[in-house]
Protein backbone atom coordinates (compact mmCIF):
# COMPACT_ATOMS: atom_id res chain seq x y z
CA UNK A 1 0.00 0.00 0.00
CA UNK A 2 1.13 3.30 -0.80
CA UNK A 3 -0.25 7.01 -2.10
CA UNK A 4 1.52 9.60 -4.06
CA UNK A 5 0.27 13.27 -4.33
CA UNK A 6 1.15 16.08 -6.26
CA UNK A 7 0.48 19.14 -5.70
CA UNK A 8 1.60 22.81 -4.46
CA UNK A 9 4.76 23.13 -1.92
CA UNK A 10 4.42 25.95 -0.31
CA UNK A 11 5.43 28.82 1.96
CA UNK A 12 2.16 30.34 3.56
CA UNK A 13 2.20 33.95 5.31
CA UNK A 14 -1.13 34.05 7.51
CA UNK A 15 -2.79 36.33 9.91
CA UNK A 16 -6.00 34.57 11.68
CA UNK A 17 -7.97 36.63 14.67
CA UNK A 18 -6.13 34.09 17.05
CA UNK A 19 -2.36 35.14 15.45
CA UNK A 20 0.17 35.40 12.50
CA UNK A 21 2.68 33.22 10.84
CA UNK A 22 5.44 34.20 8.29
CA UNK A 23 6.25 31.81 5.39
CA UNK A 24 5.16 28.30 7.36
CA UNK A 25 5.88 25.38 5.63
CA UNK A 26 2.17 24.66 3.99
CA UNK A 27 0.55 23.67 0.50
CA UNK A 28 -1.85 21.36 -0.17
CA UNK A 29 0.56 18.36 -0.79
CA UNK A 30 2.17 19.12 2.18
CA UNK A 31 -1.00 18.91 4.43
CA UNK A 32 -2.49 16.12 2.58
CA UNK A 33 1.05 14.20 2.89
CA UNK A 34 1.03 14.85 6.45
CA UNK A 35 -1.75 13.75 7.43
CA UNK A 36 -1.97 10.96 5.30
CA UNK A 37 1.33 9.66 6.89
CA UNK A 38 -0.51 8.57 10.09
CA UNK A 39 -2.29 6.00 8.10
CA UNK A 40 0.08 4.71 4.67
CA UNK A 41 3.06 5.50 2.84
CA UNK A 42 3.60 8.80 0.90
CA UNK A 43 5.54 9.90 -2.03
CA UNK A 44 5.12 13.64 -2.73
CA UNK A 45 5.78 15.43 -6.09
CA UNK A 46 6.31 18.73 -6.70
CA UNK A 47 8.27 21.72 -7.33
CA UNK A 48 10.78 23.92 -4.53
CA UNK A 49 12.85 26.60 -4.69
CA UNK A 50 16.61 27.15 -3.32
CA UNK A 51 14.30 28.70 -0.04
CA UNK A 52 13.24 25.15 0.28
CA UNK A 53 16.00 23.93 3.08
CA UNK A 54 16.69 20.63 4.75
CA UNK A 55 14.53 21.67 7.56
CA UNK A 56 11.79 21.12 5.49
CA UNK A 57 12.55 17.91 4.04
CA UNK A 58 13.28 16.92 7.22
CA UNK A 59 9.95 17.84 8.99
CA UNK A 60 8.43 15.54 6.07
CA UNK A 61 10.97 12.36 6.67
CA UNK A 62 10.21 12.68 10.12
CA UNK A 63 6.77 11.58 9.56
CA UNK A 64 8.31 8.52 6.64
CA UNK A 65 7.24 10.37 3.87
CA UNK A 66 9.00 9.57 0.27
CA UNK A 67 10.92 12.90 -0.91
CA UNK A 68 12.41 11.80 -3.88
CA UNK A 69 9.98 13.17 -5.70
CA UNK A 70 10.20 16.41 -4.58
CA UNK A 71 11.81 18.23 -7.24
CA UNK A 72 14.38 21.65 -6.41
CA UNK A 73 14.43 24.07 -9.26
CA UNK A 74 18.01 25.68 -8.86
CA UNK A 75 17.26 29.13 -8.91
CA UNK A 76 13.63 29.53 -8.25
CA UNK A 77 11.63 30.22 -5.71
CA UNK A 78 9.22 27.91 -3.53
CA UNK A 79 4.97 28.89 -4.38
CA UNK A 80 4.05 31.61 -1.67
CA UNK A 81 0.93 32.29 -0.66
CA UNK A 82 -0.24 35.02 1.46
CA UNK A 83 -3.82 35.40 3.37
CA UNK A 84 -6.09 36.52 6.18
CA UNK A 85 -8.84 35.32 7.91
CA UNK A 86 -11.53 37.32 9.95
CA UNK A 87 -14.19 36.09 12.22
CA UNK A 88 -15.86 33.91 9.67
CA UNK A 89 -12.88 31.30 9.57
CA UNK A 90 -15.16 29.63 6.81
CA UNK A 91 -13.57 32.54 4.08
CA UNK A 92 -9.87 32.54 3.37
CA UNK A 93 -9.00 36.17 1.79
CA UNK A 94 -5.92 35.97 -0.46
CA UNK A 95 -3.43 38.56 -0.11
CA UNK A 96 -1.10 37.79 -2.42
CA UNK A 97 0.10 34.52 -4.47
CA UNK A 98 3.61 34.22 -6.20
CA UNK A 99 3.53 31.32 -8.30
CA UNK A 100 7.25 31.18 -8.46
CA UNK A 101 8.57 27.62 -9.33
CA UNK A 102 4.98 26.23 -9.85
CA UNK A 103 4.82 28.51 -12.95
CA UNK A 104 6.77 25.81 -15.31
CA UNK A 105 6.27 23.14 -13.07
CA UNK A 106 6.10 19.89 -15.48
CA UNK A 107 5.64 16.80 -13.47
CA UNK A 108 8.23 13.82 -13.78
CA UNK A 109 7.13 10.99 -11.53
CA UNK A 110 9.62 8.38 -10.46
CA UNK A 111 8.88 4.60 -10.71
CA UNK A 112 7.75 4.38 -7.10
CA UNK A 113 5.39 7.17 -7.89
CA UNK A 114 3.82 5.69 -10.75
CA UNK A 115 3.35 2.85 -8.80
CA UNK A 116 1.63 3.72 -5.85
CA UNK A 117 -2.08 2.55 -5.76
CA UNK A 118 -3.32 5.31 -4.48
CA UNK A 119 -2.93 9.16 -6.29
CA UNK A 120 -4.33 12.32 -5.16
CA UNK A 121 -4.09 14.76 -7.47
CA UNK A 122 -4.43 18.04 -5.15
CA UNK A 123 -5.59 21.72 -6.53
CA UNK A 124 -3.02 22.65 -9.15
CA UNK A 125 -4.10 23.86 -12.51
CA UNK A 126 -6.22 20.79 -14.38
CA UNK A 127 -3.76 20.00 -17.19
CA UNK A 128 -1.01 19.20 -14.81
CA UNK A 129 -3.66 16.72 -13.00
CA UNK A 130 -4.34 14.64 -15.85
CA UNK A 131 -0.24 14.94 -16.65
CA UNK A 132 0.06 13.48 -13.10
CA UNK A 133 -2.79 11.08 -14.00
CA UNK A 134 -1.75 9.86 -17.17
CA UNK A 135 1.84 8.36 -15.26
CA UNK A 136 0.28 6.93 -12.72
CA UNK A 137 -0.91 3.35 -12.46
CA UNK A 138 -2.93 4.19 -9.54
CA UNK A 139 -6.23 1.88 -9.29
CA UNK A 140 -7.92 5.04 -6.87
CA UNK A 141 -7.57 8.37 -7.58
CA UNK A 142 -8.95 11.48 -6.19
CA UNK A 143 -8.79 14.79 -7.39
CA UNK A 144 -9.42 18.14 -5.37
CA UNK A 145 -9.70 21.56 -7.72
CA UNK A 146 -11.06 24.94 -6.88
CA UNK A 147 -13.05 28.00 -8.27
CA UNK A 148 -10.07 29.74 -9.75
CA UNK A 149 -9.75 26.40 -12.04
CA UNK A 150 -14.01 25.95 -12.51
CA UNK A 151 -13.83 29.37 -13.73
CA UNK A 152 -10.74 29.55 -15.81
CA UNK A 153 -10.08 25.86 -16.98
CA UNK A 154 -13.75 24.45 -16.91
CA UNK A 155 -13.01 21.70 -20.12
CA UNK A 156 -9.68 20.47 -18.30
CA UNK A 157 -10.99 20.40 -14.99
CA UNK A 158 -13.96 18.41 -16.58
CA UNK A 159 -11.71 15.83 -18.13
CA UNK A 160 -9.25 15.48 -15.26
CA UNK A 161 -12.39 14.77 -13.34
CA UNK A 162 -13.56 12.24 -15.90
CA UNK A 163 -10.54 10.56 -15.11
CA UNK A 164 -10.43 10.11 -11.78
CA UNK A 165 -12.32 7.81 -8.52
CA UNK A 166 -12.98 10.31 -6.25
CA UNK A 167 -13.89 14.03 -6.55
CA UNK A 168 -13.40 15.95 -3.74
CA UNK A 169 -14.84 19.53 -3.28
CA UNK A 170 -16.09 22.49 -1.58
CA UNK A 171 -19.94 22.41 -1.10
CA UNK A 172 -19.84 26.03 -3.03
CA UNK A 173 -17.54 24.46 -5.48
CA UNK A 174 -20.09 21.85 -6.57
CA UNK A 175 -22.36 23.37 -7.06
CA UNK A 176 -20.12 25.97 -9.07
CA UNK A 177 -18.82 23.33 -11.26
CA UNK A 178 -22.23 21.63 -12.27
CA UNK A 179 -24.16 24.82 -11.81
CA UNK A 180 -26.61 22.73 -9.81
CA UNK A 181 -28.11 24.19 -6.52
CA UNK A 182 -29.39 21.33 -4.63
CA UNK A 183 -26.05 19.87 -2.82
CA UNK A 184 -27.54 16.31 -3.84
CA UNK A 185 -28.54 16.94 -7.11
CA UNK A 186 -24.98 18.56 -7.74
CA UNK A 187 -23.02 15.29 -6.48
CA UNK A 188 -25.45 12.98 -8.80
CA UNK A 189 -23.96 15.62 -11.80
CA UNK A 190 -20.44 15.18 -10.59
CA UNK A 191 -21.07 11.55 -10.89
CA UNK A 192 -22.22 11.53 -13.98
CA UNK A 193 -19.04 12.80 -15.68
CA UNK A 194 -16.83 10.38 -13.82
CA UNK A 195 -16.21 9.57 -10.38
CA UNK A 196 -17.71 6.93 -8.19
CA UNK A 197 -17.26 8.72 -5.37
CA UNK A 198 -18.15 12.50 -4.51
CA UNK A 199 -17.15 14.23 -1.48
CA UNK A 200 -18.30 17.81 -0.57
CA UNK A 201 -16.33 19.42 1.83
CA UNK A 202 -18.33 22.11 3.80
CA UNK A 203 -15.80 23.79 6.33
CA UNK A 204 -16.64 23.58 10.20
CA UNK A 205 -20.32 22.21 9.64
CA UNK A 206 -18.10 18.45 8.15
CA UNK A 207 -18.56 16.93 4.86
CA UNK A 208 -20.77 14.95 2.91
CA UNK A 209 -20.29 11.85 0.86
CA UNK A 210 -22.18 10.20 -2.07
CA UNK A 211 -22.03 7.36 -4.05
CA UNK A 212 -24.36 4.97 -5.89
CA UNK A 213 -25.34 3.45 -2.35
CA UNK A 214 -26.99 7.11 -1.29
CA UNK A 215 -25.55 9.41 1.05
CA UNK A 216 -23.28 9.84 4.33
CA UNK A 217 -22.97 13.01 6.32
CA UNK A 218 -20.46 13.93 9.15
CA UNK A 219 -20.55 16.94 11.06
CA UNK A 220 -17.80 19.32 12.43
CA UNK A 221 -16.35 18.59 15.49
CA UNK A 222 -17.24 21.69 17.71
CA UNK A 223 -14.06 22.64 18.62
CA UNK A 224 -13.51 25.52 21.13
CA UNK A 225 -10.40 26.69 19.61
CA UNK A 226 -9.89 26.83 16.11
CA UNK A 227 -6.64 29.16 15.30
CA UNK A 228 -5.97 28.65 11.68
CA UNK A 229 -8.15 26.52 8.65
CA UNK A 230 -5.55 26.74 5.92
CA UNK A 231 -4.78 23.45 4.84
CA UNK A 232 -8.22 21.35 6.47
CA UNK A 233 -9.61 20.41 3.59
CA UNK A 234 -6.14 18.98 2.43
CA UNK A 235 -5.88 17.20 5.96
CA UNK A 236 -9.25 16.01 5.53
CA UNK A 237 -8.17 14.23 2.32
CA UNK A 238 -5.30 12.95 3.43
CA UNK A 239 -7.21 11.07 6.32
CA UNK A 240 -9.94 9.93 4.18
CA UNK A 241 -7.34 8.75 0.98
CA UNK A 242 -4.74 7.86 3.74
CA UNK A 243 -7.63 5.40 5.10
CA UNK A 244 -8.66 3.86 1.79
CA UNK A 245 -5.56 3.19 0.99
CA UNK A 246 -4.35 1.25 3.86
CA UNK A 247 -7.37 -0.64 4.30
CA UNK A 248 -7.78 -1.30 0.41
CA UNK A 249 -8.44 -4.70 -1.07
CA UNK A 250 -8.65 -4.20 -4.91
CA UNK A 251 -9.43 -1.59 -6.04
CA UNK A 252 -12.80 -0.87 -4.58
CA UNK A 253 -14.01 0.12 -0.93
CA UNK A 254 -17.48 -0.40 0.58
CA UNK A 255 -19.65 1.73 1.91
CA UNK A 256 -18.48 0.76 5.65
CA UNK A 257 -14.69 1.01 4.49
CA UNK A 258 -15.79 5.17 2.68
CA UNK A 259 -17.72 6.44 5.80
CA UNK A 260 -15.00 5.45 8.12
CA UNK A 261 -12.58 7.57 5.59
CA UNK A 262 -14.73 10.33 6.26
CA UNK A 263 -14.45 9.77 9.96
CA UNK A 264 -10.56 9.75 9.57
CA UNK A 265 -10.47 12.24 7.52
CA UNK A 266 -12.60 14.46 9.28
CA UNK A 267 -10.09 13.68 12.25
CA UNK A 268 -7.32 15.22 10.69
CA UNK A 269 -9.20 18.04 9.37
CA UNK A 270 -10.40 18.68 13.09
CA UNK A 271 -6.53 18.74 13.93
CA UNK A 272 -5.44 20.49 11.73
CA UNK A 273 -7.39 23.45 12.61
CA UNK A 274 -6.00 23.65 16.37
CA UNK A 275 -2.88 25.20 15.38
CA UNK A 276 -1.24 27.45 12.85
CA UNK A 277 0.25 25.68 9.45
CA UNK A 278 1.06 22.16 9.99
CA UNK A 279 1.96 22.52 13.62
CA UNK A 280 -0.54 20.47 15.01
CA UNK A 281 -0.86 17.72 12.20
CA UNK A 282 3.01 16.92 12.27
CA UNK A 283 3.37 15.87 16.06
CA UNK A 284 -0.20 13.90 16.18
CA UNK A 285 0.26 10.53 17.62
CA UNK A 286 -1.84 7.52 16.57
CA UNK A 287 -3.23 7.01 19.94
CA UNK A 288 -4.76 11.15 19.79
CA UNK A 289 -6.13 10.29 16.44
CA UNK A 290 -8.24 7.04 17.98
CA UNK A 291 -9.06 9.02 20.69
CA UNK A 292 -10.65 11.84 18.34
CA UNK A 293 -12.33 9.10 16.08
CA UNK A 294 -13.93 8.00 19.13
CA UNK A 295 -15.24 11.06 20.23
CA UNK A 296 -16.28 12.04 16.43
CA UNK A 297 -18.44 9.01 17.07
CA UNK A 298 -19.80 10.31 20.62
CA UNK A 299 -20.89 13.20 19.06
CA UNK A 300 -22.74 12.02 15.75
CA UNK A 301 -23.78 8.97 17.93
CA UNK A 302 -27.87 8.38 18.50
CA UNK A 303 -30.24 5.31 19.33
CA UNK A 304 -33.40 4.98 17.19
CA UNK A 305 -36.21 4.12 19.63
CA UNK A 306 -39.71 4.74 18.89
CA UNK A 307 -41.50 7.64 20.29
CA UNK A 308 -43.05 5.12 23.11
CA UNK A 309 -39.91 4.66 24.50
CA UNK B 1 -48.22 15.25 28.71
CA UNK B 2 -48.78 18.14 26.82
CA UNK B 3 -47.62 21.28 25.14
CA UNK B 4 -48.20 24.72 25.13
CA UNK B 5 -47.05 26.94 22.19
CA UNK B 6 -47.01 30.66 22.10
CA UNK B 7 -46.05 32.50 18.51
CA UNK B 8 -46.79 34.29 16.02
CA UNK B 9 -50.16 32.77 13.45
CA UNK B 10 -49.28 34.25 10.38
CA UNK B 11 -50.59 34.53 6.33
CA UNK B 12 -46.99 33.87 4.31
CA UNK B 13 -46.71 34.98 1.21
CA UNK B 14 -43.77 33.19 -0.16
CA UNK B 15 -41.44 33.05 -3.36
CA UNK B 16 -38.46 30.51 -3.97
CA UNK B 17 -37.10 29.27 -6.98
CA UNK B 18 -39.44 26.23 -7.45
CA UNK B 19 -42.75 28.07 -7.52
CA UNK B 20 -44.93 30.97 -5.23
CA UNK B 21 -47.97 30.91 -2.72
CA UNK B 22 -50.40 33.79 -1.57
CA UNK B 23 -51.51 33.76 1.65
CA UNK B 24 -50.43 30.98 3.58
CA UNK B 25 -51.48 29.33 6.72
CA UNK B 26 -47.66 29.87 8.78
CA UNK B 27 -46.30 31.45 12.15
CA UNK B 28 -44.15 30.01 14.44
CA UNK B 29 -46.77 28.37 16.53
CA UNK B 30 -48.56 26.70 13.18
CA UNK B 31 -44.96 25.30 12.12
CA UNK B 32 -44.40 24.13 15.67
CA UNK B 33 -47.86 22.99 16.58
CA UNK B 34 -47.39 20.88 13.53
CA UNK B 35 -44.77 18.93 14.05
CA UNK B 36 -45.32 18.54 17.50
CA UNK B 37 -48.12 17.17 16.97
CA UNK B 38 -47.36 13.88 15.65
CA UNK B 39 -45.76 13.33 19.46
CA UNK B 40 -47.75 15.03 21.91
CA UNK B 41 -51.17 16.82 22.76
CA UNK B 42 -50.51 20.48 21.85
CA UNK B 43 -51.84 23.36 22.73
CA UNK B 44 -51.89 27.10 20.29
CA UNK B 45 -51.97 30.35 22.22
CA UNK B 46 -51.82 33.77 19.49
CA UNK B 47 -53.87 36.01 18.18
CA UNK B 48 -55.68 35.89 14.74
CA UNK B 49 -57.96 38.62 12.71
CA UNK B 50 -61.33 38.43 10.95
CA UNK B 51 -59.28 36.81 7.92
CA UNK B 52 -58.38 34.03 9.81
CA UNK B 53 -61.45 31.06 8.86
CA UNK B 54 -62.68 28.16 10.12
CA UNK B 55 -60.89 26.19 7.60
CA UNK B 56 -57.84 27.57 9.39
CA UNK B 57 -58.99 26.51 12.20
CA UNK B 58 -60.00 22.83 11.15
CA UNK B 59 -56.30 22.08 9.62
CA UNK B 60 -54.76 22.37 13.23
CA UNK B 61 -57.69 20.41 15.05
CA UNK B 62 -57.60 17.69 12.59
CA UNK B 63 -54.11 16.99 13.73
CA UNK B 64 -55.93 16.78 17.25
CA UNK B 65 -54.73 20.27 18.16
CA UNK B 66 -56.10 22.47 21.07
CA UNK B 67 -57.33 25.68 19.11
CA UNK B 68 -59.01 27.13 22.06
CA UNK B 69 -56.49 29.92 22.96
CA UNK B 70 -56.22 31.23 19.61
CA UNK B 71 -57.61 34.47 20.46
CA UNK B 72 -59.86 35.89 17.62
CA UNK B 73 -59.74 39.91 17.74
CA UNK B 74 -62.51 41.33 16.09
CA UNK B 75 -62.23 43.55 13.24
CA UNK B 76 -58.38 42.73 13.01
CA UNK B 77 -56.54 41.29 10.97
CA UNK B 78 -54.20 38.47 11.13
CA UNK B 79 -50.30 38.94 11.24
CA UNK B 80 -49.01 39.16 7.65
CA UNK B 81 -45.43 38.08 6.09
CA UNK B 82 -44.02 38.26 2.39
CA UNK B 83 -40.77 37.19 1.86
CA UNK B 84 -38.66 35.55 -1.14
CA UNK B 85 -35.41 32.89 -1.32
CA UNK B 86 -33.18 32.99 -4.10
CA UNK B 87 -30.80 30.05 -4.95
CA UNK B 88 -29.19 30.35 -1.47
CA UNK B 89 -32.38 28.67 0.63
CA UNK B 90 -30.71 29.48 4.09
CA UNK B 91 -31.29 33.34 3.75
CA UNK B 92 -34.78 34.00 3.93
CA UNK B 93 -35.61 38.00 2.20
CA UNK B 94 -38.54 39.66 3.63
CA UNK B 95 -40.43 42.10 1.66
CA UNK B 96 -42.74 42.91 4.07
CA UNK B 97 -44.20 42.22 7.47
CA UNK B 98 -47.59 43.35 8.79
CA UNK B 99 -47.74 42.62 12.70
CA UNK B 100 -51.90 43.53 12.50
CA UNK B 101 -53.41 41.93 15.61
CA UNK B 102 -49.96 41.27 16.97
CA UNK B 103 -49.13 44.55 17.62
CA UNK B 104 -51.57 45.07 20.97
CA UNK B 105 -51.26 40.92 21.78
CA UNK B 106 -51.18 40.76 25.38
CA UNK B 107 -51.07 36.58 26.09
CA UNK B 108 -54.13 35.48 28.24
CA UNK B 109 -52.94 31.78 28.66
CA UNK B 110 -56.04 29.16 29.91
CA UNK B 111 -56.31 26.94 32.27
CA UNK B 112 -54.89 24.05 30.42
CA UNK B 113 -52.58 25.90 28.40
CA UNK B 114 -50.87 27.01 32.03
CA UNK B 115 -50.44 23.65 33.47
CA UNK B 116 -48.75 21.52 30.48
CA UNK B 117 -45.81 20.48 31.26
CA UNK B 118 -43.73 21.27 28.47
CA UNK B 119 -43.54 25.01 27.21
CA UNK B 120 -42.20 26.56 23.85
CA UNK B 121 -41.89 30.08 23.44
CA UNK B 122 -41.89 31.13 19.55
CA UNK B 123 -39.91 34.03 18.08
CA UNK B 124 -41.86 37.10 19.37
CA UNK B 125 -41.02 39.97 21.30
CA UNK B 126 -39.34 38.72 24.08
CA UNK B 127 -41.25 40.82 26.80
CA UNK B 128 -44.28 38.83 25.55
CA UNK B 129 -42.37 35.44 25.80
CA UNK B 130 -41.60 36.40 29.31
CA UNK B 131 -45.26 37.38 30.37
CA UNK B 132 -45.88 33.69 29.14
CA UNK B 133 -43.47 32.13 30.72
CA UNK B 134 -44.66 33.91 34.15
CA UNK B 135 -48.01 32.33 33.01
CA UNK B 136 -47.48 28.69 32.66
CA UNK B 137 -46.34 26.40 35.26
CA UNK B 138 -44.04 24.13 32.66
CA UNK B 139 -41.35 22.09 33.92
CA UNK B 140 -39.49 22.36 30.60
CA UNK B 141 -39.53 25.74 28.64
CA UNK B 142 -37.42 26.43 25.46
CA UNK B 143 -37.25 29.53 23.32
CA UNK B 144 -36.42 30.62 20.06
CA UNK B 145 -35.57 33.95 19.28
CA UNK B 146 -33.89 36.04 15.71
CA UNK B 147 -31.80 38.68 15.09
CA UNK B 148 -34.37 41.44 15.03
CA UNK B 149 -34.74 41.07 19.02
CA UNK B 150 -31.27 40.47 19.58
CA UNK B 151 -30.49 44.07 18.05
CA UNK B 152 -33.22 45.76 19.25
CA UNK B 153 -34.28 43.86 22.71
CA UNK B 154 -31.24 42.61 23.68
CA UNK B 155 -31.97 42.81 27.54
CA UNK B 156 -35.76 41.71 27.38
CA UNK B 157 -34.24 38.93 25.21
CA UNK B 158 -31.40 37.78 27.50
CA UNK B 159 -34.01 38.08 30.59
CA UNK B 160 -36.25 35.83 28.56
CA UNK B 161 -33.32 33.55 27.85
CA UNK B 162 -32.75 33.23 31.67
CA UNK B 163 -35.95 31.87 32.15
CA UNK B 164 -35.54 29.13 30.02
CA UNK B 165 -34.62 25.47 29.91
CA UNK B 166 -33.25 25.39 26.41
CA UNK B 167 -32.32 27.89 24.30
CA UNK B 168 -33.10 27.10 19.87
CA UNK B 169 -31.12 29.80 17.89
CA UNK B 170 -29.74 29.57 14.46
CA UNK B 171 -25.91 29.58 14.90
CA UNK B 172 -25.67 33.03 13.74
CA UNK B 173 -27.91 34.60 15.95
CA UNK B 174 -26.43 32.59 18.83
CA UNK B 175 -22.65 34.41 17.85
CA UNK B 176 -24.32 37.14 17.32
CA UNK B 177 -26.27 37.20 21.18
CA UNK B 178 -22.94 36.08 22.98
CA UNK B 179 -20.72 38.08 20.29
CA UNK B 180 -18.76 35.22 20.58
CA UNK B 181 -17.44 33.67 16.88
CA UNK B 182 -16.65 30.20 18.02
CA UNK B 183 -19.96 28.16 18.23
CA UNK B 184 -19.27 25.69 20.97
CA UNK B 185 -17.83 28.62 23.39
CA UNK B 186 -20.92 31.03 22.23
CA UNK B 187 -23.04 27.89 23.17
CA UNK B 188 -21.16 28.08 26.83
CA UNK B 189 -21.71 31.47 27.05
CA UNK B 190 -25.05 30.92 26.73
CA UNK B 191 -25.74 28.53 29.47
CA UNK B 192 -24.13 30.70 31.63
CA UNK B 193 -27.36 32.94 31.09
CA UNK B 194 -29.51 30.04 32.61
CA UNK B 195 -30.31 27.68 29.68
CA UNK B 196 -29.29 23.61 30.21
CA UNK B 197 -29.53 23.05 26.91
CA UNK B 198 -29.14 24.73 24.08
CA UNK B 199 -30.02 23.85 20.40
CA UNK B 200 -27.76 25.79 17.38
CA UNK B 201 -30.22 25.60 14.52
CA UNK B 202 -27.59 25.47 11.17
CA UNK B 203 -30.15 25.21 8.07
CA UNK B 204 -29.62 22.60 5.53
CA UNK B 205 -26.18 21.88 7.67
CA UNK B 206 -28.27 20.54 10.50
CA UNK B 207 -28.38 21.40 14.11
CA UNK B 208 -25.89 21.13 17.09
CA UNK B 209 -26.56 20.28 20.96
CA UNK B 210 -24.65 21.62 23.97
CA UNK B 211 -25.09 20.50 26.98
CA UNK B 212 -23.05 20.41 30.02
CA UNK B 213 -22.44 16.57 29.22
CA UNK B 214 -21.09 17.69 25.84
CA UNK B 215 -22.19 18.21 22.23
CA UNK B 216 -24.01 16.20 19.29
CA UNK B 217 -24.56 17.20 16.23
CA UNK B 218 -26.53 16.16 13.55
CA UNK B 219 -26.26 16.95 9.90
CA UNK B 220 -28.80 17.83 7.49
CA UNK B 221 -30.37 14.88 5.12
CA UNK B 222 -29.37 15.66 1.57
CA UNK B 223 -32.52 16.31 -0.07
CA UNK B 224 -33.05 16.15 -3.77
CA UNK B 225 -36.64 18.71 -3.43
CA UNK B 226 -36.39 21.51 -1.19
CA UNK B 227 -38.82 24.13 -2.18
CA UNK B 228 -39.57 26.31 0.83
CA UNK B 229 -37.94 26.70 3.91
CA UNK B 230 -39.95 28.74 5.61
CA UNK B 231 -40.40 27.46 9.22
CA UNK B 232 -37.98 24.66 8.67
CA UNK B 233 -36.65 25.84 12.71
CA UNK B 234 -40.02 25.91 14.24
CA UNK B 235 -40.58 22.30 12.60
CA UNK B 236 -37.49 21.71 13.96
CA UNK B 237 -38.41 22.87 17.65
CA UNK B 238 -41.59 21.25 16.84
CA UNK B 239 -40.11 17.58 16.67
CA UNK B 240 -37.86 18.05 19.34
CA UNK B 241 -39.75 19.48 22.15
CA UNK B 242 -42.89 17.37 21.23
CA UNK B 243 -40.72 14.31 21.54
CA UNK B 244 -38.90 15.41 24.64
CA UNK B 245 -42.74 16.26 26.01
CA UNK B 246 -43.46 12.83 24.93
CA UNK B 247 -41.55 10.75 26.52
CA UNK B 248 -40.71 13.23 29.60
CA UNK B 249 -39.78 11.35 33.50
CA UNK B 250 -39.77 14.34 35.77
CA UNK B 251 -38.44 17.86 34.21
CA UNK B 252 -34.80 16.12 33.08
CA UNK B 253 -34.31 14.72 30.53
CA UNK B 254 -30.98 12.27 29.83
CA UNK B 255 -27.99 12.89 26.66
CA UNK B 256 -29.96 9.96 25.01
CA UNK B 257 -33.16 11.11 24.90
CA UNK B 258 -31.94 14.85 23.29
CA UNK B 259 -30.23 13.17 21.02
CA UNK B 260 -33.17 11.34 20.01
CA UNK B 261 -34.60 14.84 19.89
CA UNK B 262 -32.43 16.39 17.67
CA UNK B 263 -33.35 13.76 15.30
CA UNK B 264 -36.80 14.14 15.24
CA UNK B 265 -36.62 17.83 15.13
CA UNK B 266 -34.48 17.34 12.06
CA UNK B 267 -36.96 14.86 10.60
CA UNK B 268 -39.13 17.50 11.05
CA UNK B 269 -36.96 20.26 9.46
CA UNK B 270 -36.75 17.48 6.47
CA UNK B 271 -40.34 17.01 5.91
CA UNK B 272 -41.15 20.49 6.21
CA UNK B 273 -38.99 21.86 3.21
CA UNK B 274 -40.03 19.36 0.59
CA UNK B 275 -42.83 21.76 0.07
CA UNK B 276 -44.78 24.96 0.42
CA UNK B 277 -45.91 26.46 3.87
CA UNK B 278 -47.06 23.76 5.85
CA UNK B 279 -48.55 21.55 2.76
CA UNK B 280 -45.75 18.27 3.47
CA UNK B 281 -46.09 18.82 7.28
CA UNK B 282 -49.97 18.79 7.70
CA UNK B 283 -50.38 15.39 6.11
CA UNK B 284 -47.15 13.62 7.03
CA UNK B 285 -47.61 10.00 9.41
CA UNK B 286 -46.16 8.38 12.06
CA UNK B 287 -44.74 5.86 9.81
CA UNK B 288 -43.25 7.96 7.39
CA UNK B 289 -41.86 9.58 10.23
CA UNK B 290 -40.06 6.27 11.47
CA UNK B 291 -38.74 5.79 8.56
CA UNK B 292 -37.66 8.86 7.70
CA UNK B 293 -35.89 8.61 11.61
CA UNK B 294 -33.80 5.53 10.02
CA UNK B 295 -32.81 7.15 7.23
CA UNK B 296 -31.45 9.59 9.39
CA UNK B 297 -29.76 7.00 10.75
CA UNK B 298 -28.35 5.24 8.04
CA UNK B 299 -27.18 8.93 6.95
CA UNK B 300 -25.12 9.32 9.59
CA UNK B 301 -23.95 6.13 11.56
CA UNK B 302 -20.29 4.48 11.15
CA UNK B 303 -18.12 2.16 12.77
CA UNK B 304 -15.40 2.85 14.95
CA UNK B 305 -12.35 0.53 13.40
CA UNK B 306 -8.94 0.57 13.92
CA UNK B 307 -6.83 0.97 10.75
CA UNK B 308 -5.81 -1.77 10.53
CA UNK B 309 -8.67 -3.53 10.24
Chains 1, 2 share one sequence.
Not at 93 to 100: K, P, V
Not at 206 to 214: P, Q, S, V, Y
Not at 285 to 306: C, D, G, I, S
Request: charged share 25%.
Amino acid sequence: MSLTVVGSIAFDSVRTPFGERERMLGGSAVHFALAASLFTDVCVVGPVGDDFGEEHLALLEARGIDTADIEHVPGGETFFWRGHYDHDMNVAHTDETQLNVFAEFAPKLSTASREAETLFLGNIQPDLQRDVRRQSSAEFAGLDSMNLWIETARDSLLAAIGEVDCLLLNDAELRMLTEVPNLAQAARRAMEVGPEVVVAKRGEYGAALFTADGAFAIPGLPLEDVRDPTGAGDSFAGGFLGYLDAVRVGGNYDERALRRAMAYGSVMASFNVEDFGTERVRGVTEAEVAERLAEFKRLTHFEEAPVSA
